[in-house]
């Protein structure tokens, strides 16, 4: 079946193709054509199935509705709670704005893949690009594009964004370190001793609320992956070599079940014996049946505001004009290399209590 045109729409319409192009461009009452007849040829788009053609509407207004979401390469599994939770809500909040999305990921560090993506952007006209900090920022280089740049992880930035939207991961950390039966309320020290189990990444601030608090009785392991069964085995190990552990904390909610399995196997009780704190909040239900005091990631908070401030700044508006949530805080923060500052919102990681964490 051939794709209907616009001169279709005009003819089951009974109208000339220019009114049809004024009614579906949204300038029928801008230009007084009665409600009827746009209604009418509405309904003849809709019986048709007409579907402007994006590239000609773009090259005719001078302006394109495709936006650009850089991000990192995908993990084994590109449906992970966090890849999913961003894609999904760029998605979704682009479409609802009138914009649409074009998902780019960096497979590699090498000079073809930069020349692949770089290609890419450079021949598709784009309104913006939103640009997740773990990508390399060197792609972006002299497009002239406007470019929105958000951090799941705590990030300074660079100067080559209109904006930075990002999270603070400690906050949530801090707040149940804080609070918790292990802490001296009075001195900020904790008992015992602490162990952080970190996955291959490394770069992420989360740790440092509990390293302050514990100080030389920290200590910080790098696994080679994110299985429980690596975490399992792992703690398993420290647990039996140092019976002085009183928290273990991981930096993604993925890890804790073999950490609890560890506990259980050596008839720890938790938290009694063993607190155990995740991060992410990411798989509610399984969090939910552990009993996993963990902290939420504003995964779907920092893409939305990412996705207001570029189209801020496409349709005109400062980038950080009615960011979403509101209770953002915004400041305006130096760039490394020059004295230029850049609009930066900070969205705070936030504690969720259950029964892994004993709480005062």
């Known amino acids: 079946?051939?794709?209907?045109?616009?001169?279709?729409?005009?003819?089951?319409?009974?109208?000339?193709?220019?009114?049809?192009?004024?009614?579906?461009?949204?300038?029928?009452?801008?230009?007084?054509?009665?409600?009827?007849?746009?209604?009418?040829?509405?309904?003849?788009?809709?019986?048709?199935?007409?579907?402007?053609?994006?590239?000609?509407?773009?090259?005719?207004?001078?302006?394109?509705?495709?936006?650009a979401l850089l991000m990192a390469e995908l993990p084994d599994d590109p449906f992970v709670p966090v890849v999913h939770t961003v894609l999904t809500t760029a998605m979704i909040d682009i479409q609802r704005r009138g914009y649409l999305l074009l998902p780019l990921f960096q497979a590699g560090d090498g000079a073809s893949d930069a020349e692949v993506i770089r290609g890419v952007l450079g021949d598709t006209q784009l309104a913006g690009i939103i640009r997740e900090t773990t990508s390399a920022e060197a792609f972006?280089?002299?497009?002239?594009?406007?470019?929105?740049?958000?951090?799941?992880?705590?990030?300074?930035?660079?100067?080559?964004?209109?904006?930075?939207?990002?999270?603070?991961?400690?906050?949530?950390?801090?707040?149940?370190?804080?609070?918790?039966?292990?802490?001296?309320?009075?001195?900020?020290?904790?008992?015992?001793?602490?162990?952080?189990?970190?996955?291959?990444?490394?770069?992420?601030?989360?740790?440092?609320?509990?390293?302050?608090?514990?100080?030389?009785?920290?200590?910080?392991?790098?696994?080679?992956?994110?299985?429980?069964?690596?975490?399992?085995?792992?703690?398993?190990?420290?647990?039996?070599?140092?019976?002085?552990?009183?928290?273990?904390?991981?930096?993604?909610?993925?890890?804790?079940?073999?950490?609890?399995?560890?506990?259980?196997?050596?008839?720890?009780?938790?938290?009694?014996?063993?607190?155990?704190?995740g991060f992410g909040n990411q798989d509610h239900r399984s969090a939910e049946a552990l009993g996993l005091t963990t902290v939420d990631w504003p995964l779907t908070d920092m893409t939305s505001a990412a996705v207001a401030s570029i189209i801020n700044v496409i349709e005109g508006r400062p980038p950080t004009a009615s960011l979403l949530p509101a209770s953002l805080a915004v400041t305006e923060e130096a760039t490394p290399a020059s004295s230029q500052t850049i609009p930066v919102a900070t969205i705070p990681t936030r504690p969720v209590w259950r029964a892994s964490v004993a709480r005062r």
């Open 140 to 277: 972006l280089a002299n497009l002239g594009i406007p470019v929105v740049a958000m951090s799941m992880i705590e990030a300074d930035p660079t100067g080559s964004e209109s904006s930075l939207i990002r999270i603070d991961e400690g906050a949530g950390v801090h707040d149940i370190i804080s609070s918790c039966t292990l802490v001296d309320p009075n001195t900020g020290i904790g008992s015992g001793r602490a162990v952080f189990l970190a996955g291959p990444n490394t770069n992420h601030a989360r740790q440092h609320p509990i390293a302050r608090a514990f100080g030389t009785n920290f200590t910080f392991y790098s696994l080679p992956d994110w299985e429980p069964a690596t975490a399992y085995q792992a703690t398993l190990r420290l647990l039996t070599e140092n019976p002085d552990i009183s928290l273990i904390a991981v930096a993604d909610d993925s890890q804790a079940p073999g950490v609890f399995q560890a506990a259980a196997d050596l008839d720890l009780s938790v938290p009694a014996d063993l607190s155990i704190l």
């Open 1 to 67: 079946m051939e794709r209907a045109t616009r001169a279709d729409v005009a003819r089951a319409a009974g109208v000339a193709p220019s009114t049809v192009s004024l009614v579906l461009n949204g300038r029928g009452r801008d230009v007084k054509i009665a409600p009827a007849t746009i209604d009418r040829v509405k309904q003849a788009a809709r019986d048709l199935n007409y579907i402007p053609n994006a590239a000609a509407r773009s090259l005719r207004r001078g302006k394109s509705h495709l936006i």
